[in-house]
């Protein structure tokens, strides 16, 4: 009966009241078993599968499990533990025809152990590091008994106003969709049928990170030829890598919400890409589609929907409602129906439900005994991850690193902030596990230098920003203030400055501050966060500013400041102990900007890889009738692919080996990159590419390879890169993917802005 039991379908069906011919199909065949299920479901059955509910008021658990049972529920997300899901799966195995569950969570950086903030894995370029964080990802939540998570987020991001610019890769598409490969195979290792892989979902789809003014669900009004150069390479790459899921975005597109976008989900989605997935709306998507207008009532919505190819819909109130009455009026074609039925069992099949069940529950006894046990993190893992993911932006006079013999003064609202630590969507973390900037830089030292600690300052004084990141969270808040006046915070932290050899201040962002729904109009430091940093600068010791924070800062004023600046954005569970590796030298930081840092918002939108124009501005020359600011300089403060080290670099001059390239051949660019410094380093050499002349106006760069090489000090290594017509390809006015003969710069560099040049002509 138990070997029955975790059959799924194989379970009983002969006795069950369906058709004669109910032998059940070899569970070999994925086809033949799913098309012979389906034959035994009912229309409330089949709904029900289509049903992905929220564990959460609205839906208590005694009233899931019965829904469960009665087979009017596919999935549930937001329950995080094997003691949780056992008895919904229970209840699964109870219904008529035991179609198994699967249990989904947001699983970003981290599950248990909590990785850097997508962002901060971006700025490791290393793809071996970015692809261990998911893996122990999928490894922890699978023992967890979740089955799929709602990642890669491969949003393109060019506006840091967006909040959800911390949960991506930045602003690159070529970076972003090497990226998405190695995520999604991380999560689904060899197979997401394995009991320690989990499924990828990948989101936003589609073009959420261009949302109108950085302004979180808003509108997306964008070109073709954008769309598909662009924005849409990291989904696609995704998809060609076997993700197995799909989440819509929230955004319309073009006019067209998602959610109801048939030529996003079936032209583009299913028919030229091949996507034979499952499709799950965001939450809640399918009932916004009356707020945004384009649909009259529920009953409308869900059918838009379904039609568009929502498969599933998530914290559904629709599709139970409304379907059963959309089917029998022939509104929606049971084709329709089925189709997306089909694909949701499709993904359990291939989640290895219905060969087991319990495959990643497993049995009551081998549950931990304590779920958030400390043994079931991956420290080293992710201080090593961490640790690769700091960006060095400042260093005068080698104020950085530390002596382990100093005297720190260690201010800031976010020196001992466990909770800020973990950054945004940090799953199943905890933060009295989280190693903070403070505990880091104390167990650096030992009892070999000494830490003097001062608050200095709130993350804000403004009543209404704390109260906005404490509204969700108002049973434990997460910004919790200093009740002291400001200046007494400011004096305190100025007395710690003066008896201390050195000033290391922990200061930006509340995790909250970059989230979902924290579009932000300023992306200054706080402001008292500003005076706390001027007063410090005021005591004339060594000022060391560690960023925390979860999008480009315009930090101008405090980069002029401060000596060191090391960004950390959101680091993780291991977070202060990599910072503190890396300000007292025991790791020398390797990081790279994954995303420009304007000067200013007024500059925004800014990316390196712009589009050509008539009137370019021009650094150094007049600027009168180019395109410019003409009240501040043109410039980023720091440019895509920006990272400093302790030790120096330096590349040769290029080398082609050809000045020609036949469309079927390769050419191969080859560059030394010496370290001269006097500590072993790592760095990223970084390959651009410029169509010089082409049907239509090309950006003036765009990264096409890198290499992250670690040198010895004095060592020297030849970099090669192999360039063929692919690499010159993009999409035409008629949306042809092509590559036009001509002229192309070759540029390489250690970031976007410093590079060396060589030209070839495309034959």
């Not at 006046?485 to 501050?513: F, H, T, Y």
């Given at each position: 009966m138990k070997k029955l039991c975790l059959l799924g379908l194989a379970v009983g069906l002969a006795s069950l009241p369906v058709a004669a011919d109910s032998k059940t199909a070899p569970i070999e065949n994925k086809d033949a078993f799913i098309a012979h299920l389906m034959k035994q479901m009912t229309l409330e059955e089949k709904i029900g599968q289509l049903r992905l509910i929220s564990i959460g008021p609205e839906m208590p658990r005694e009233l899931i499990r019965k829904e469960i049972a009665a087979g009017n529920i596919g999935g549930t997300f937001n329950s995080i533990s094997r003691p949780e899901n056992r008895p919904m799966q229970d209840a699964a195995m109870r219904s008529r025809l035991k179609i198994p569950m699967f249990f989904a969570y947001d699983v970003i950086h981290g599950h248990r152990t909590i990785f850097p903030i997508s962002l901060g894995l971006a700025s490791s370029w290393d793809m071996d590091a970015i692809g261990r964080s998911g893996r122990i990802a999928a490894q922890e939540a699978s023992a967890d008994s979740l089955d799929i998570t709602f990642a890669p987020m491969v949003d393109i991001s060019r506006d840091p106003r967006w909040g959800r610019t911390s949960e991506g890769f930045g602003e690159d598409t070529y970076l972003v969709s090497r990226i998405a490969k190695v995520m999604v195979q991380a999560y689904q290792g060899k197979s997401p049928s394995q009991a320690d892989s989990i499924m990828a979902s990948v989101k936003h789809f589609a073009l959420y990170g261009a949302v109108e003014g950085g302004r979180d669900y808003n509108v997306v009004d964008m070109s073709p030829v954008k769309m598909y150069q662009t924005y849409l390479p990291p989904y696609r790459a995704a998809i060609d890598a076997g993700a197995g899921g799909v989440m819509v975005a929230l955004n319309s597109v073009n006019g067209v919400p998602a959610t109801s976008n048939t030529w996003l989900m079936q032209d583009l989605l299913r028919k030229d890409w091949g996507f034979k997935g499952l499709a799950v709306s965001d939450h809640g998507a399918i009932f916004e589609l009356l707020k945004h207008g384009v649909a009259k009532d529920g009953r409308e919505a869900a059918k838009l929907a379904i039609k568009a190819g929502i498969d599933m819909s998530m914290n559904d109130s629709l599709y139970g409602k409304e379907l059963p009455g959309l089917i029998k009026s022939g509104e929606v074609p049971q084709s329709d129906l089925d189709n997306a039925v089909r694909e949701v069992l499709g993904a359990k099949y291939d989640m290895g439900l219905f060969k087991d069940p319990y495959l990643r529950i497993g049995k009551a006894e081998d549950d931990p005994a304590d779920t958030n046990a400390e043994s079931r993190l991956h420290r080293a893992e992710a201080r090593d991850v961490a640790k690769r993911s700091l960006v060095l932006l400042k260093n005068e006079k080698q104020t950085l690193p530390l002596e382990k013999s100093a005297k720190i003064a260690v201010v800031g609202p976010l020196a001992k902030a466990p909770i800020d630590m973990m950054g945004s969507w940090a799953a199943a973390g905890q933060p009295a596990q989280s190693v903070t900037l403070f505990d880091g830089m104390s167990r650096a030292l030992g009892d070999k230098g000494q830490l003097v600690y001062a608050r200095g300052s709130n993350i804000t004084t403004d009543k209404k920003i704390v109260d906005y990141l404490n509204f969700l969270n108002f049973d434990a808040p997460e910004v919790?203030?200093?009740?002291?006046?400001?200046?007494?915070?400011?004096?305190?932290?100025?007395?710690?400055?003066?008896?201390?050899?050195?000033?290391?201040?922990?200061?930006?962002?509340?995790?909250?501050?970059?989230?979902?729904?924290?579009s932000r109009t300023d992306l200054n430091i706080p402001e008292t966060q500003r005076k706390l940093i001027a007063a410090l600068k005021a005591t004339g010791k060594p000022l060391v500013l560690v960023l925390m924070n979860g999008r480009p800062l315009t930090i101008g004023q405090e980069q002029d400041q401060a000596d060191a600046v090391l960004e950390t954005w959101f680091s993780g569970t291991e977070g202060g102990n990599a910072i503190a590796d890396v300000l007292f030298g025991d790791y020398n930081p390797s990081g790279k900007l994954p995303i420009t840092f304007p000067r200013s918002v007024g500059q925004v939108p800014m990316y390196y890889n712009h589009l050509t124009i008539g009137r370019p501005f021009t650094p150094g020359k007049p600027g009168n009738y180019t395109s410019q600011y003409f009240d501040e300089e043109n410039t980023p403060l720091y440019p895509f692919g920006y990272g400093l080290s302790y030790t120096d670099f330096s590349l040769s001059n290029m080398a082609l080996s050809s000045t020609t390239l036949n469309k079927s051949g390769k050419l191969d660019a080859s560059i030394t990159v010496r370290n001269t410094g006097k500590r072993d380093g790592e760095t990223v050499v970084q390959l651009y590419i410029q169509d010089v002349a082409g049907s239509m106006i090309r950006p003036v760069k765009e990264l096409k390879n890198f290499q992250k090489v670690m040198l010895k000090a004095g060592e020297e290594k030849v970099i090669h890169f192999t360039i063929d017509e692919n690499d010159l390809k993009f999409y035409n006015t008629q949306l042809k993917y092509v590559a036009e003969p001509g002229k192309f710069n070759v540029q390489i560099g250690l970031d976007s802005r410093d590079v060396t040049q060589q030209s070839f002509e495309l034959l």
């Open positions: 919790v203030d200093d009740p002291r006046p400001e200046q007494q915070l400011i004096d305190e932290a100025v007395q710690a400055a003066k008896q201390a050899d050195v000033v290391v201040a922990a200061v930006g962002e509340s995790r909250g501050m970059s989230h979902e729904s924290s």
